[in-house]
């Protein structure tokens, strides 16, 4: 039988498997840690930190997706501390980054008193949209980051590791390799990463061009121009 350990987390104590996260057992005693990275069918990358919790006599917060319970922990999800980090990561992402088409990231930042506008001088992170494909586009104006489409991409689902990390720091952003247009990757077009992504980053064909003003009896006719064999 797994190895049990005691936590209290907001108050509530419970007993759970020692190898759980602290983000799984806080969903033991009803409590929703919020989070964004975190995939419930991807390996957690931990680099969003929004899932932060508060550990009594950790010196710093503690990722939940990623940090595993100890017996006698006193955790707190929902403290000053952790909203005030939460709040900062969220105003930091809204400064650079269109979340118009991240609905739970608005309301998530609506719900804990993230102000949009409290680095509104803030660099914008700037990118065209790669339509270089009949399926779907990339709009990295939107992307916060996350890492999502790259684990689908990659170890968590389809093998085909098209997408990677490209530049560093604030130019971050993610990219095929050498930047090639995406008929030219290992790219096989399962639609997995657009599954996963929470922004908008990435969108199905279909939906960008109707977004477009494309009527949707023209459809066909204008995605004939995004196949390789239609190109000049
Ligand atoms: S494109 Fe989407 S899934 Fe990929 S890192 Fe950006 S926001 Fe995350």
Request: proline share 6%; charged share 25%.
């Amino acid at each position: 039988m797994d190895r049990q350990v005691t936590v209290t987390i907001d108050g509530r104590q419970t007993s759970v498997p020692a190898d759980m996260t602290v983000l799984e057992a806080a969903a033991t005693v009803g409590l929703h840690v919020p989070r964004l990275c975190y995939h419930p069918r991807l390996t957690p990358p931990a680099v969003c930190r929004l899932c932060v919790v508060e550990w009594e006599g950790a010196r710093t917060l503690v990722p939940a997706c990623v940090a595993r319970v100890r017996d006698g922990a006193v955790i707190h999800t929902d403290s000053e501390r952790v909203r005030r980090a939460r709040r900062t990561i969220l105003e930091l992402l809204h400064s650079a980054v269109d979340l118009g088409e991240a609905p739970e990231i608005l309301a998530l930042g609506e719900a804990i008193g993230a102000d949009p506008h409290r680095f509104a001088d803030g660099e914008r992170r700037a990118f065209p949209v790669y339509e270089d494909n009949p399926f779907y586009v990339r709009d990295y104006d939107k992307c916060v980051l996350c890492w999502r489409c790259v684990q689908a991409c990659g170890d968590d689902m389809q093998f085909t590791y098209a997408l990677s990390l490209g530049r560093r720091g604030f130019h971050t952003h993610i990219a095929t390799f050498f930047g090639a247009p995406m008929p030219e990757t290992t790219c096989v077009f399962c639609g997995n990463c657009v599954g996963v992504c929470p922004t908008g980053a990435l969108k199905g064909l279909e939906e960008y061009l109707l977004e477009q003003g494309v009527p949707a009896e023209r459809l066909w006719e204008e995605k004939q121009r995004f196949r390789p064999s239609a190109e000049a």
